[in-house]
């Protein structure tokens, strides 16, 4: 049994192998490193496996960037856990002299789901019209990462989530733990725990004590109050994030959201007013009155929402923000909004 460098906790075997290719890897070459973290369990379980082994080597010769995407719609409690745990981890990091730096990403003012949806006039997503993924999730990072050409994302990616999964992984293997990305990008995947099962993850979370900033008994609890997670970088074809739930509170792909219900239910007050208007808008949606009888490109059919309909969708957003006490809308979308609503205002197509 060996034991972590930082604390006197014995280290799994299966996370002694991990620890051992991250070591190896990250020696190997000059190519920059981003490792892609939602807040949820793999990519925690993959970040403290990777400052594990970093803390095992002497000398640095690249840095590691974790990035997270704040879409601007998170879950407010786990966008605040996440806050706070970078916030302890940037310290945690700096007093050990570790090569790894915390980046937000943030969705560009035109794509955010807001400006979407209140100025533009889209519809909130569904299965058949799911437009925010990518927007909201995908290119923030993709925008960072895909900088360098030859970069290594390092992804909690596993074996055994479902049949079809694996099929998909054992696709784009390159190697036992690298994958090819889909698209044109030609940076490559390496997910050191591709071979964890669920149990090791939380295995990995709950019996490494160090970093203690990814704090496994409390990220145990928010999963026990929730559910899962949304993708934070696109991995490998197929996969979204519309079934799973530890995303946008504003979600409509999915009929109910049963994690803000239940978290509601395990006492976050706060959410009580969020949820109320996810499923106020995942009807009002549907409501033909406020939908243009055209597309944007102008073909007869359910368009946008009108002006009035933004409008209402506007005062709701603001009745639920002040009564929550959640920051649910910057004033820099809310400006762009009515820029949004003045170049439509002289296009009949849009008003009703
Ligand atoms: S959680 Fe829902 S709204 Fe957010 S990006 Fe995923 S599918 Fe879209």
């Not at 789901?113 to 927007?135: A, E, H, L, M, S």
Request: hydrophobic share 30%; with cysteine.
């Amino acid at each position: 049994m060996k034991f972590c460098t930082n604390c006197l906790t014995p280290v799994l075997a299966k996370d002694q192998n991990s620890i051992e290719i991250i070591k190896q890897e990250y020696l190997k070459d000059y190519c920059p490193w981003y490792l892609g973290y939602s807040g949820g369990k793999d990519s925690s379980a993959l970040l403290k496996l990777v400052i594990i082994a970093l803390s095992q080597i002497n000398s640095y010769h690249k840095d590691i960037t974790v990035i997270y995407c704040d879409t601007g719609v998170e879950n407010p409690i786990i966008t605040d856990y996440v806050y706070q745990t970078f916030e302890s981890l940037k310290l945690e990091c700096t007093v050990l002299g570790l090569p790894i730096r915390y980046r937000i990403a943030v969705p560009n003012l035109e794509d955010r789901f807001f400006v979407k949806v209140i100025g533009r006039g889209y519809p909130t997503p569904t299965n058949i019209f799911r437009w925010c993924t990518d927007k909201l999730r995908i290119n923030p990072v993709k925008q960072i990462i895909d900088k360098h050409p030859k970069a290594t994302v390092l992804l909690g990616i596993r074996n055994g989530e479902s049949e079809q999964r694996d099929r998909t992984i054992s696709k784009h293997s390159k190697s036992e733990y690298y994958l090819t990305q889909s698209g044109s990008s030609k940076n490559q995947i390496f997910s050191p725990i591709i071979h964890h099962s669920i149990k090791d993850v939380w295995a990995t979370l709950m019996f490494n004590d160090f970093p203690q900033s990814i704090d496994g008994q409390k990220l145990g609890k928010l999963y026990k109050d929730a559910g899962s997670e949304c993708p934070v970088y696109r991995e490998l074809p197929g996969k979204s994030c519309g079934s799973s739930r530890f995303g946008c509170w504003t979600c409509t792909v999915v009929r109910k959201d049963k994690s803000i219900f239940k978290m509601i239910e395990n006492g976050y007050a706060e959410l009580t007013h969020l949820h109320e208007f996810r499923n106020w808008i995942s009807e009002f949606r549907d409501n033909q009155e406020y939908r243009c009888k055209r597309r944007r490109n102008g073909q007869l059919g359910l368009g946008p929402f009108t002006i009035q309909g933004r409008k209402i969708i506007l005062d709701k957003l603001l009745e639920a923000e002040s009564k929550s006490g959640v920051v649910l809308i910057q004033d820099e979308e809310i400006k762009r909004i009515k820029e949004l609503w003045e170049i439509d205002l002289n296009n009949p197509n849009y008003i009703e």
